[in-house]
């Protein structure tokens, strides 16, 4: 199947720092990638919509000045947590999707756990 | 609002038992229909899709669809301990290509 790689597994930092995440599909082109974020026994809630050459879309409340997002190429893109502070703390997932539009299917990269002290 | 609606148990089966995971959906115009797995601290991995009417089956798993009823379910049959993990639900509404998840069904298999 279709991989999905993502870096850093685990990150630890400051208050008001920043931090990339970047998500990459190894073995297919993804013109479209996507970002999420799950806390705690919760589900997975979609933060943005990241097309290759243009604009991420943004979900309703996701402030787009706070979560960076550039997808660079077909198989890279970077979501950076800007100026983070600890309520920012939560796993984030990317995925991306294979060429194959009639059927929509994503695939999950192994998630970035983000502490912020 | 669409909405992806799963009971978010836990569900209890012994070892070798059939488990029933359940799902409904709010946007009649769903398209397409997704299982996942997801592991404590670990990222979703598909098991399966569907998209017509009917049943589907892979191994051990069949997935159920009733757009009629807006309900799509997952059989596992012969339940394993490995299988004790959170089943989420994920739908395609019409219109666009983003995924509703479900809050998902934690199931538990009892060795």
């Known amino acids: 199947g279709a991989v999905v790689s993502q870096h850093p597994s685990r990150v630890i930092c400051k208050s008001g720092t920043s931090v990339k995440i970047e998500c990459r599909s190894l073995?297919?082109?993804?013109?479209?990638m996507f970002w999420y974020r799950q806390f705690p026994k919760k589900s997975l809630m979609l933060m943005a919509t990241?097309?290759?050459?243009?604009?991420?879309?943004?979900e309703q409340g996701v402030e787009k000045d706070k979560f960076l997002i550039n997808h660079a190429s077909l198989t890279l893109s970077t979501l950076t947590v800007t100026s983070a502070h600890p309520e920012d703390s939560s796993f984030y997932i990317c995925?991306?999707?294979?060429?194959?539009?009639?059927?929509?299917?994503?695939?999950f990269g192994p998630g970035t756990r983000l502490t912020v002290l | 609002q669409k909405e992806v609606e799963q009971n978010s148990g836990p569900l209890s089966v012994p070892e070798g038992a059939i488990a029933s995971l359940n799902c409904t959906y709010s946007?009649?115009?769903?398209?397409?229909f997704f299982w996942y797995r997801q592991y404590s601290g670990k990222s979703p991995e598909l098991i399966m899709f569907?998209?017509?009417?009917g049943d589907k089956e892979d191994g051990r798993f069949t997935a159920q669809l009733n757009k009629a009823s807006q309900y799509v379910s997952l059989l596992i049959r012969d339940s394993q301990p490995s299988d004790s993990a959170t089943y989420l639900c994920?739908?395609?509404?019409?219109?666009?290509?983003?995924?509703?998840f479900g809050t998902g069904t934690r199931l538990k298999v009892l060795a």
């Open positions: 073995d297919f082109q993804a013109t479209t």
């Open positions: 994920a739908v395609v509404t019409s219109g666009t290509y983003k995924y509703i």
């Open positions: 569907i998209y017509s009417n």
């Open positions: 990241s097309n290759e050459g243009s604009k991420a879309t943004y």
């Open positions: 995925s991306a999707s294979p060429p194959t539009p009639q059927i929509n299917e994503q695939f």
């Open positions: 946007d009649r115009g769903s398209q397409s």
